[in-house]
């Protein structure tokens, strides 16, 4: 896992430029704090920070190969999953191999297979080729996005990175925040549309696509899609599949030259790859698997019971490591410490994001990479099996609008009168939420109910689970961490797509099909324990210490987030404590404390990135 950064422009010479670069690429540092190098050529300037996990003689980037006359240099982020295919293809076709990291593999695949192989790649990753013949770059991003990727485009040159903080270390660059930008933060945040970054005229690259850049401009293309056609399998092959690709795609993710983990919730997910895991190690006479929960202070004597959240995790944890003989360790975090984190999350993704579920999972990670470098987790099951409340829930597929996030008059109450003027948010989330229904293909002979979930499922994937793996990467990546999501095989993704309703929600529950599979490898209660969310803190002095954070906040005159927001309508929420904004502000976990923590990130934001608002 890794960093990177780097501008390109045909018609000018940068090589004094470098200076730039080197700055650009010192932002990066967190994500890949073992290593630092360069490229140079005068219309092309790369950066690359380096995580070591495989080959870390042979693994230095950027890495580049000769082929002719033409020599091809990549900067990569990433881990790829089917290499060894992939090599023994290559070597089959006569090219020799200098190490045996995956770098060299992507490099020498699209060099021989040009941009077909990019479906075929198996992993996580972004990455940037540059051919010194043609003048020519291209931009990669994986199946789903789980590895970031972001560029934009000034006289000429175009600058790309890993991060949004390294584009904005470019002299060129000044951060803007138009109308789409809030209408981003506030009526979609902490989701955002894909492509879209909440600076004006700075964009992510889209999953599954790839840009090209050279003389004649620039070119994006897709080159993979979800694609919706009839499923002929039994259900009993359906079931020898889900299991052959589950175990297929977590014991591809167990190879590592570091030590590697895996989160440990006990719920389904979670325990899945744990036994899966655990077995192979066993198998492969390893030593036991190394499981990391996490934990908050006084969290035992303050839980309550919901339909979101209907049961801790410590009984079930217990049961999976008293089952596979795991070494595990309980990370336990107390109430100040994930308040004070908010900041340093805010930062990890350059945005606001999901408050102290961000802020947990960033000092969740802290303390594994004491002990390790790659970590699994149970990431992306719910979006790809049917597990959120939400698909089951006539309200909130009725709702004609993101089921996670249907607080919309709400939400437009919270910009203050002359922002509101100019910003209508429910336009702009159901011009999103239409043009996404549009790119569902709905087969006839879907069932309505199959219709009705296929359109569901799409907008869960390509948008609640973004945010996710949104969090995940830039999370780990800010500890130096490598976070693995086995359920994200994109090949996982792609079968559940076309499985009818009545299988996957076997038996009316939630991850019916999944819970089925696994059966005869997890403790019946781990199989019909009720799905239960990250955990997160219910300890009072946490909404106190938000409450007086962003009391402390308003209280200030200069604060730049009175310049977007009614004051009056967050003074009601403060003295309500979140009650006054009546429902979530974001899917099941982001209550009224955690609304008070996303304004309070609003606020670091605008004071640290100092965008320019536009209207």
């Given at each position: 896992?890794?960093?990177?950064?780097?501008?390109?422009?045909?018609?000018?010479?940068?090589?004094?430029?470098?200076?730039?670069?080197?700055?650009?690429?010192?932002?990066?540092?967190?994500?890949?704090?073992?290593?630092?190098?360069?490229?140079?050529?005068?219309?092309?300037?790369?950066?690359?920070?380096?995580?070591?996990?495989?080959?870390?003689?042979?693994?230095?980037?950027?890495?580049?190969?000769?082929?002719?006359?033409?020599?091809?240099?990549?900067?990569?982020?990433?881990?790829?999953?089917?290499?060894?295919?992939?090599?023994?293809?290559?070597?089959?076709?006569?090219?020799?191999?200098?190490?045996?990291?995956?770098?060299?593999?992507?490099?020498?695949?699209?060099?021989?297979?040009?941009?077909?192989?990019?479906?075929?790649?198996?992993?996580?990753?972004?990455?940037?080729?540059?051919?010194?013949?043609?003048?020519?770059?291209?931009?990669?991003?994986?199946?789903?996005?789980?590895?970031?990727?972001?560029?934009?485009?000034?006289?000429?040159?175009?600058?790309?990175?890993?991060?949004?903080?390294?584009?904005?270390?470019?002299?060129?660059?000044?951060?803007?925040?138009?109308?789409?930008?809030?209408?981003?933060?506030?009526?979609?945040?902490?989701?955002?549309?894909?492509?879209?970054?909440?600076?004006?005229?700075?964009?992510?690259?889209?999953?599954?696509?790839?840009?090209?850049?050279?003389?004649?401009?620039?070119?994006?293309?897709?080159?993979?899609?979800?694609?919706?056609?009839?499923?002929?399998?039994?259900?009993?092959?359906?079931?020898?599949?889900?299991?052959?690709?589950?175990?297929?795609?977590?014991?591809?993710?167990?190879?590592?030259?570091?030590?590697?983990?895996?989160?440990?919730?006990?719920?389904?997910?979670?325990?899945?790859?744990?036994?899966?895991?655990?077995?192979?190690?066993?198998?492969?006479?390893?030593?036991?698997?190394?499981?990391?929960?996490?934990?908050?202070?006084?969290?035992?004597?303050?839980?309550?019971?919901?339909?979101?959240?209907?049961?801790?995790?410590?009984?079930?944890?217990?049961?999976?490591?008293?089952?596979?003989?795991?070494?595990?360790?309980?990370?336990?975090?107390?109430?100040?410490?994930?308040?004070?984190?908010?900041?340093?999350?805010?930062?990890?993704?350059?945005?606001?994001?999901?408050?102290?579920?961000?802020?947990?999972?960033?000092?969740?990670?802290?303390?594994?990479?004491?002990?390790?470098?790659?970590?699994?987790?149970?990431?992306?099951?719910?979006?790809?099996?049917?597990?959120?409340?939400?698909?089951?829930?006539?309200?909130?597929?009725?709702?004609?609008?993101?089921?996670?996030?249907?607080?919309?008059?709400?939400?437009?109450?919270?910009?203050?009168?002359?922002?509101?003027?100019?910003?209508?948010?429910?336009?702009?989330?159901?011009?999103?939420?239409?043009?996404?229904?549009?790119?569902?293909?709905?087969?006839?002979?879907?069932?309505?109910?199959?219709?009705?979930?296929?359109?569901?499922?799409?907008?869960?994937?390509?948008?609640?689970?973004?945010?996710?793996?949104d969090r995940s990467d830039r999370m780990s990546m800010f500890n130096g961490l490598e976070l693995r999501v086995p359920f994200c095989d994109y090949r996982i993704v792609e079968y559940l797509w076309n499985v009818p309703w009545d299988m996957k929600a076997l038996n009316g529950r939630e991850k019916g099909l999944l819970r089925y599979v696994v059966r005869k490898l997890l403790p019946d209660e781990i199989v019909d324990r009720k799905k239960s969310p990250y955990p997160k803190t219910h300890n009072p002095t946490y909404l106190s210490k938000v409450k007086d954070m962003l009391s402390k906040i308003m209280d200030n005159p200069n604060a730049p987030i009175?310049?977007?927001?009614?004051?009056?309508?967050?003074?009601?929420?403060?003295?309500?404590?979140?009650?006054?904004?009546?429902?979530?502000?974001?899917?099941?976990?982001?209550?009224?404390?955690?609304?008070?923590?996303?304004?309070?990130?609003?606020?670091?934001?605008?004071?640290?990135?100092?965008?320019?608002?536009?209207?």
């Open positions: 896992m890794c960093g990177f950064t780097g501008f390109c422009n045909i018609s000018k010479n940068m090589l004094s430029d470098v200076h730039i670069l080197e700055k650009m690429t010192r932002t990066l540092q967190k994500r890949g704090p073992d290593e630092e190098y360069f490229y140079t050529h005068p219309h092309a300037l790369l950066g690359h920070r380096r995580l070591i996990i495989i080959d870390a003689k042979n693994g230095k980037q950027p890495m580049s190969f000769k082929i002719g006359d033409t020599t091809y240099t990549i900067i990569y982020n990433g881990q790829l999953y089917n290499a060894k295919e992939l090599r023994e293809e290559l070597e089959q076709a006569g090219y020799d191999f200098v190490g045996y990291c995956d770098t060299e593999v992507v490099l020498k695949s699209y060099i021989h297979f040009g941009t077909n192989v990019f479906k075929r790649l198996n992993g996580i990753f972004s990455f940037a080729i540059w051919n010194d013949t043609k003048n020519e770059l291209i931009l990669v991003r994986d199946h789903f996005g789980i590895k970031p990727l972001y560029y934009t485009i000034t006289d000429n040159t175009i600058i790309f990175a890993s991060e949004l903080k390294a584009i904005l270390a470019h002299p060129n660059i000044s951060p803007k925040l138009d109308k789409q930008g809030i209408s981003e933060l506030f009526g979609l945040g902490p989701c955002h549309t894909p492509g879209i970054s909440l600076f004006k005229d700075i964009y992510e690259l889209k999953p599954a696509h790839f840009l090209l850049f050279n003389k004649d401009g620039i070119h994006i293309d897709e080159y993979w899609k979800l694609e919706s056609k009839p499923h002929t399998d039994s259900f009993e092959t359906t079931c020898d599949k889900v299991h052959f690709l589950l175990e297929d795609s977590i014991q591809k993710q167990l190879v590592s030259d570091v030590p590697l983990c895996a989160m440990l919730s006990g719920g389904l997910d979670s325990s899945i790859i744990t036994a899966y895991a655990s077995n192979y190690y066993k198998e492969n006479d390893m030593p036991p698997l190394e499981t990391f929960s996490v934990d908050y202070v006084d969290n035992d004597k303050n839980f309550v019971k919901s339909d979101f959240q209907p049961n801790s995790d410590n009984y079930y944890i217990n049961i999976m490591v008293n089952k596979f003989k795991t070494n595990h360790h309980q990370i336990v975090i107390d109430t100040p410490e994930l308040a004070d984190a908010l900041e340093d999350a805010m930062v990890a993704r350059d945005f606001p994001g999901m408050a102290d579920v961000d802020s947990s999972m960033l000092l969740f990670c802290k303390h594994i990479k004491q002990n390790a470098t790659v970590c699994l987790s149970g990431e992306c099951s719910d979006e790809i099996f049917a597990g959120y409340p939400w698909f089951f829930r006539d309200d909130a597929l009725k709702s004609n609008t993101f089921p996670w996030s249907i607080a919309i008059s709400e939400r437009q109450n919270l910009l203050n009168s002359d922002i509101s003027s100019k910003v209508n948010l429910k336009d702009y989330i159901d011009y999103r939420y239409n043009e996404s229904l549009n790119d569902i293909k709905i087969l006839d002979t879907d069932s309505p109910e199959t219709a009705e979930k296929r359109k569901i499922s799409y907008l869960t994937t390509r948008w609640f689970m973004q945010t996710l793996l009175n310049n977007l927001l009614n004051r009056d309508y967050i003074l009601d929420i403060l003295n309500t404590d979140g009650k006054a904004f009546t429902r979530p502000w974001f899917g099941q976990l982001m209550t009224g404390p955690q609304l008070m923590a996303y304004l309070c990130q609003v606020n670091m934001w605008l004071e640290k990135y100092k965008p320019e608002i536009q209207l």
